[in-house]
């Protein structure tokens, strides 16, 4: 047996700025001894804890994953590294290890000494090579959900290359590794899955969470995005199948704002599923009953928050995809005593306000004039509606007046102060319509004086029309053109994921509103012209939000996330969209500079943690640098 022991922290000078850019998980030292006898020359910081954070026991035989300098592999070489104290990693390690394995673009001399002659082919390649053999291979594949598979397998076999290619082209590759792709793929989770990534915590095991997660074997675990599958998107309850939803959220974490992939994990809260579809498919990999709600459900997601405080202490909890039942409540009961936060309530509204802001500046009005019209009132709206009387009460504004500016229209119709039966969170914004002139013919019912959008439309006379309702379509002709009739720059935002359930395209908003709509959408949609004139639809996607807040709580390892957080992101992101942009249509900056773009925002977002006193670190006398310091670099 293999018995190791804590030893002393040993001191060390500060790192430079590669070696903090390509940083892995931090290990705690440990001494070795095999069956007494002393073997540290080959298992000298292995990096892996027992429960008590004292020992752990090894059979004999078992292969234990190298620390994070073993994990830290040079910009020259290995044998660079080794000089330099670096653990040795074994054959296997370095070619089956996504974070160790460089494939072909091993050099000639890491090949001699770590006895890999003959296990790759001869040439030596560089990563460019390696990444036009990749876009070679990518581009063969017939569907946007086998580009998916087999970037899904590149990341699982050399995960330095993954993000390197993403960073190439992010705009071309972002569609793919999350929305829309990672809807179908979602829908397809359990027929597609060949190596499962993250963690999986079913309820059955309530009781045993904290000793699940210590099983993941990096134990400076920063970021969790964790779902329970029920609202995946707009695709409704897709039980443990949204583990892409995690997996890609924090694919793009790195990618779009450099946070080192070691520090994140994907989790899926498995509760069950009430898809019939899933439940008598025989490939659904997930538990196979009805979802648990209730106490037994949310004292099953205490038990987790509690168990990640605990065996992760430094980490933040990205609450994803739950439904609006859940979603608020689970906010409010977890946001004063963790780090954690809900990025389609925050994020949503932090990359909504960014896009009324840029708004604003192309059509040359102010934010206290904007009357906004939501179709959908869940968490996102209501989200949305919450941080611009934030924003707006900031400047001045009265809070009463600040919420009479939103307005909002369900599935039961436009929502007023007589509708019963609204939950808490909505109440504030059910105003009272008896002064509203609704057109004649307004289609209403006993719950709702107007159940039509367009009526609403006609009668509220918004300047911005918000969708987050999923609602496929729902911003018909009828709606644009009045939005149209109502402000010579209608403001129109469709944010429902994936396109497929987008409220409306990009060519209807323009070609009903004759050009004049201010555009952006949850999704990408393509460039088009109208009677002369470019037209770039804005993606007013959560991404660029939630990286850049990560990479902040990364860079100050802040032990709050707070709406102010969010509402600086906003302003900071709406700051970094130039005339240019805002010409050609644009009113959040190109998605191709989303990496500096991010990094600017995670920069203000630092400096406000520290003046804001949420920081767990000394404050660094050049912010912007550590942030920098920080990023995680792909290249080899």
Not at 16 to 30: E, G, K, S, W
Not at 271 to 300: I, K, M, Q
Not at 400 to 407: K, N, T, Y
Request: net charge neutral; charged share 20%; hydrophobic share 40%.
């Amino acid at each position: 047996m293999i018995t190791c022991e804590r030893m002393p922290r040993r001191s060390r000078p500060a790192p430079d700025i590669r070696t903090a850019v390509d940083n892995h998980a931090r290990r705690l030292p440990l001494s070795v001894a095999v069956d007494g006898s002393d073997a540290s020359h080959a298992w000298r910081s292995v990096g892996v804890v027992g429960p008590d954070s004292r020992h752990i026991t090894i059979p004999r035989g078992v292969s234990v994953r190298p620390s994070r300098r073993a994990m830290r592999l040079a910009s020259t070489t290995l044998a660079d590294s080794l000089a330099r104290g670096m653990d040795r990693p074994t054959r296997f390690q370095l070619l089956f290890d996504n974070r160790l394995n460089k494939g072909t673009a091993f050099t000639e001399a890491e090949r001699d000494e770590f006895g890999l002659l003959g296990l790759l082919p001869d040439a030596v390649e560089s990563e460019a090579t390696q990444m036009a053999r990749i876009r070679l291979q990518y581009a063969q594949q017939p569907s946007d959900l086998m580009r998916y598979q087999y970037l899904s397998a590149l990341q699982d076999r050399n995960e330095r290359l993954f993000y390197a290619l993403l960073r190439s082209d992010i705009q071309s590759y972002m569609p793919i590794v999350y929305t829309p792709t990672v809807g179908e793929a979602c829908q397809q989770f359990g027929h597609i899955m060949r190596r499962p990534k993250g963690m999986y915590i079913s309820i059955r095991h309530r009781g045993r969470v904290r000793e699940i997660l210590r099983n993941w074997l990096v134990r400076d675990i920063r970021f969790i995005v964790v779902t329970d599958g029920e609202r995946i998107l707009g695709l409704g309850d897709q039980g443990t199948c949204g583990m892409g939803i995690p997996v890609g959220k924090l694919a793009l974490y790195t990618a779009c704002a450099g946070v080192p992939p070691q520090a994140t994990l994907p989790v899926v809260l498995d509760v069950g599923t009430n898809n019939e579809a899933f439940l008598a498919d025989p490939l659904y990999p997930g538990l196979r009953a009805r979802r648990t709600a209730g106490e037994d459900y949310l004292s099953f997601v205490d038990e987790f928050v509690d168990a990640v405080q605990e065996v992760f202490p430094g980490c933040c909890i990205q609450f994803e995809d739950f439904t609006n039942a859940i979603a608020i409540p689970l906010l409010a009961r977890h946001r004063d005593r963790v780090c954690c936060f809900n990025d389609d309530i925050q994020g949503t509204a932090a990359v909504a306000l960014a896009g009324l802001f840029g708004a604003c500046r192309m059509a040359g009005t102010r934010m206290p004039d904007q009357r906004i019209l939501f179709m959908g009132a869940g968490s996102a709206a209501v989200g949305i509606a919450d941080l611009l009387v934030t924003h707006l009460v900031r400047e001045g504004m009265d809070a009463m007046d600040a919420r009479s500016r939103c307005w909002f229209v369900n599935s039961r119709g436009l929502v007023t102060s007589r509708m019963p039966g609204l939950p808490d969170y909505l109440a504030p914004f059910a105003h009272d319509a008896s002064r509203l002139a609704f057109p004649s013919g307004t289609p209403a019912s006993a719950q709702s004086p107007c159940t039509s959008l367009a009526h609403a439309v006609e009668a509220i006379r918004p300047t911005a029309l918000i969708g987050v309702s999923t609602v496929a379509g729902a911003f018909d002709q009828r709606v644009v053109e009045a939005m149209a009739r109502a402000n010579a720059r209608p403001i129109i935002f469709p944010l429902s994921n994936p396109t497929s359930k987008s409220e409306c395209t990009a060519e209807q908003a323009i070609r009903w509103s004759d050009g004049a709509a201010i555009f952006a959408a949850g999704s990408p949609f393509a460039p088009l012209h109208w009677k002369g004139r470019l037209h770039v639809p804005g993606q007013g996607n959560n991404v660029y939000i939630y990286p850049a807040i990560g990479m902040a709580v990364y860079a100050t390892r802040a032990h709050r996330v707070t709406d102010a957080m969010f509402l600086r992101a906003a302003e900071a992101l709406a700051q970094q969209t130039t005339e240019h942009d805002l010409s050609v249509g644009l009113i959040y900056p190109p998605v191709s500079e989303i990496l500096q773009t991010s990094i600017a925002v995670a920069i203000e977002v630092a400096t406000l943690v520290h003046d804001s006193g949420l920081a767990r670190v000394p404050r660094p006398a050049d912010i912007a640098a550590h942030v920098h310091s920080l990023v995680y670099d792909p290249t080899y």
